[in-house]
Nanobody, 124 residues
Framework: QVQLVESGGGLVQAGESLRLSCAAS????????MGWFRQAPGKEREFVAA????????FYADSVKGRFTISRDNAKNTVYLQMNSLKQEDTAIYYC?????????????????WGQGTQVTVSS
């Protein structure tokens, strides 16, 4: 049984930081590209960041580039999203996802497994 469990969300003020974690089980974690997506109320789910299997390659949406950092620890089966200089527009439910093929890492439907999400709320 595959499980992706996100944690680390919460309520912060603009300019502050949060670190999200996603612990995976039931998969050979190092075989999967891992991604973070987010969905704000009334909006579609959007790509945030992705990291390839080894962790050597990372990709970001333009809206978070320079503020967010994705990383992974294959020994711990965990992927992280460090979010700095948070803005109100970063408010959303954040989801982690696992993609076995890892070729279209910004496309949600390419991902095989999803977590339940963690709420991030940024106040002014």
């Amino acid at each position: 049984q595959v499980q992706l469990v996100e944690s680390g969300g919460g309520l912060v003020q603009a300019g502050e930081s949060l670190r999200l974690s996603c612990a995976a089980s039931g998969i050979t974690f190092s075989y999967y590209t891992m991604g973070w997506f987010r969905q704000a109320p009334g909006k579609e789910r959007e790509f945030v960041a992705a990291v390839r299997r080894s962790g050597a390659s990372t990709f970001y949406a333009d809206s978070v580039k320079g503020r967010f950092t994705i990383s992974r620890d294959n020994a711990k089966n965990t992927v992280y999203l460090q979010m700095n200089s948070l803005k109100q527009e970063d408010t959303a439910i954040y989801y982690c996802a696992a993609d076995f093929h890892g070729t279209r890492w910004a496309t949600a439907y390419e991902y095989d497994y999803w977590g339940q999400g963690t709420q991030v709320t940024v106040s002014s």
